[in-house]
């Protein structure tokens, strides 16, 4: 595990655990700005790829990310502004956010399989994440009942993303590249 993915697991911890621990959990104004920022930090990612990977089967499956992630960043946004909800900035959504820069940062400065592999380690990781953040914090402290079914509506599409990006470790793995 590299400085960048510990750095994000940190951030979701901080959701899952002591962040909210004396609440009832995140409100919906935060959950929003969560939601919003873990897509967009895959987003980024999924540009970088696009444009750095040697790899037709990463730059694919970078494509599906940033497609997939602004789908659902769409989604979010256009709920959020029908419900007139603020996504509102907290320390989760801001770790998320220096995350993302990091793994940024990390991924910049490698090439070929280099690259190919930290990016694709990095995205198990991440939707591993994420889907534990959904399941444990997200989904349970959701208080309106159409972001909660959005997350839940999208959740299986980030357990899709997981299964991909780990076929994709293995082919790396196996390929050496």
């Known amino acids: ?10 951030a979701i911890a901080l959701t899952a655990t002591t962040g909210w621990a ?4 995140p409100t919906d104004p935060q959950i929003a700005a969560i939601v919003v920022t873990a897509n967009q930090v895959d ?9 750095k990977s040697g790899s037709k089967d990463v730059k694919a499956f970078a494509e599906r990310m940033v497609t997939d992630h602004t789908g659902v960043n ?4 256009d709920l959020v502004t029908r419900l007139n909800v603020k996504p509102e900035s907290n320390p989760t959504s801001q770790s998320l956010q220096q ?4 793994n940024l940062a990390n991924l910049k400065t490698l090439n070929g399989a280099s690259f190919d592999r930290a990016y ?5 990781t991440y939707h591993q994440s994420v889907i534990d953040a959904m399941d444990k914090t997200l989904i349970p402290s959701a208080h ?8 839940v509506k999208v959740r299986p599409a980030f357990v899709d993303h997981l299964e ?11 390929s050496g590249g």
């Open 1 to 10: 595990m590299n400085i960048t993915q510990a750095g994000f697991l940190a």
């Open 22 to 25: 004396q609440s009832a959990g």
């Open 43 to 51: 987003i980024d990612a999924g540009k970088l790829a696009e444009s």
């Open 74 to 77: 769409k989604a979010a946004t």
């Open 99 to 102: 995350g993302g820069d990091a």
């Open 120 to 124: 694709v380690d990095h995205e198990v």
């Open 144 to 151: 309106n009942a159409e972001l909660k079914a959005l997350l």
């Open 164 to 174: 991909h990006a780990k076929h994709l470790q293995a082919e790396l793995g196996k």
